[in-house]
């Protein structure tokens, strides 16, 4: 096999592959084993039917079809390993020649344009040493969680007087446009200076009493006349403030299994300095992952670029076409760090010979799964159905390689090294064997096949 490589952009390349006769000869074969398979030749048994029959009943040219279909991308498979070609998108595949006949000397010629991970030099990794900010915990912490524990206790009561920043109005409210309602909810409870509604409605309520009703402008933000104005006609019915508990024993009490306010205190300051480690490894993985990134001029595959952004901006509006320049620039930002993190990352996890097992995959999906309350076996189903199994393992092999990379570093604060072995797990006690590890798509097909088996079996 010929294989001829044309760099067309940093991250995108063209594959001229040119295929000799008896690399392309085992494809044609199985291709007539397969065709053999659909049809009927008197005088043979089905799936028996010798190949120059085949080539007689459905022509060359079917025979010679159904091969390219199936070769093809094997071939191209070959072609990106022999060149060390990272694809970042599935290619644009040209078929440009095939043999027209079992004697014709005409090699299969096919085109492949792909975009491509660009060649990253990383750092070295041994010897890496990376300080970070240490995790602390203040009075005031404790204080702030204290608090917002008292406000879960508080109650509301009703009082006789106009409604302030920070109570809670019982509402109805009507809105119209042209003289017609186009919008109304009865019964709303909301919390004044909260900014959670319409545009206008904190203003408009500030003062009102119960019974009391007053008219403002507004932008509706949803439904059949989302962002048009409208005169909104609102009516408190009444006016409720929080009173909240007295931080003592008895609130201690109420509020956990503790019996003293000191009591509760402490176990508050033990959950805030665990949660402030937790923060301190995710400042841990930021500075590595700058560290890594430091100084590389990495170019981004544009076509995988705008396909991530256009994916990105319908997770921000319900219609991409009234999308701001802001959130443009906003999910730009997010796809240009998000797209360079991962290609990092791949680099790292095959520099660093990280296999994916099929244990991983299992337990990442299933993982996924447990988060989103589905069925295991469900979801790993749809996985491998929808043609997401290749993101999936992707996702395990890089996080394998940043904790494999992240035990290799010496992680500091203030001039101590830190244990982060909680956060990172422990290496592998020993290297998987060759046999352990698998492709993406046949570790979790292998994995999804078994587990709808085994619910079949119990069906019946």
């Known amino acids: 096999m010929k294989i001829s490589v044309r760099n067309l ?22 291709a007539r084993k397969e065709i053999a398979k659909q049809v009927n030749v008197p005088g043979f048994r089905k799936g028996h039917v010798p190949g120059k029959i085949i080539e007689q009943r459905v022509g060359f040219p079917a025979v010679a079809g159904e091969a390219v279909n199936s070769g093809v991308p094997e071939l191209y498979s070959k072609a ?25 000397e005409t090699k299969l010629k096919f085109v492949a344009t792909v975009e491509r991970r660009p060649d990253i030099e990383l750092p070295a990794i041994d010897g890496m040493t990376i300080d970070i900010a240490k995790a602390q915990v203040t009075d005031e912490d404790v204080s702030k969680r204290l608090e917002t524990l008292r406000q879960r206790f508080g109650t509301l009561v009703s009082v006789d007087r106009p409604a302030a920043k920070g109570d809670y109005a019982n509402i109805d409210l009507d809105a119209t446009i042209d003289g017609e309602s186009v919008d109304s909810q009865e019964g709303v409870s909301y919390e004044l200076g909260s900014g959670t509604m319409l545009d206008g409605l904190d203003e408009a309520l500030d003062g009102l009493s119960a ?15 989302e962002g048009e104005k409208a005169q909104v006609k609102v009516k408190v019915n009444s006016v409720k403030t929080e009173e909240l508990p007295d931080i003592d024993d008895d609130f201690a009490q109420e509020a956990s299994e503790f019996d003293t306010l000191d009591e509760l205190k402490a176990d508050i300051r ?18 590595f992952m700058a560290r890594l990134e430091d100084g590389l001029d990495i170019p981004l595959p544009k076509g995988v670029k705008a396909d991530m952004i256009a994916e990105h901006i319908k997770g921000m509006t319900p219609d991409p076409e009234k999308v701001t320049d802001e959130q443009k620039k906003e999910a730009e930002t997010s796809v240009e760090k998000e797209l360079r993190d991962q290609m990092v990352l791949d680099a790292l996890a095959e520099s660093l010979e990280i296999k994916v097992s099929q244990a991983d ?7 996924i799964a447990q988060q989103y309350g589905m069925d295991p076996s469900h979801f790993i189903n749809s996985i491998v159905n929808n043609g997401q199994l290749g993101s999936a393992v992707q996702e395990v092999g890089r996080s394998k390689g940043l904790l494999a990379a992240m035990r290799a570093v010496t992680f500091t604060s203030e001039g101590e090294t830190l244990d982060l072995s909680a956060f990172l797990g422990e290496p592998e006690d020993q290297p998987q064997e060759e046999s352990e590890s698998v492709e993406a798509a046949s570790a979790a097909a292998a994995v999804a096949d078994e587990l709808s088996s085994d619910k079949a079996g119990d069906e019946d």
Do not use: C, W
């Open 270 to 287: 033990k959950t805030s300095e665990q949660d402030a480690k937790g923060r301190q490894a995710t400042d841990a993985r930021d500075a």
């Open 9 to 30: 952009e940093p991250t995108k390349v063209k594959l001229t592959i040119t295929v000799d006769p008896e690399e392309f000869d085992p494809y044609l074969d199985t």
């Open 361 to 367: 995959v299992t337990n990442f999906l299933a993982s």
């Open 211 to 225: 019974g009391e009703e007053t008219t403002f402008e507004g932008t509706l933000e949803a439904g059949k006349h």
């Open 80 to 104: 990106l390993e022999e060149k060390k070609i990272r694809p970042m998108a599935q290619p644009e595949l040209d078929v440009q020649e095939v043999p027209k006949t079992a004697d014709d």
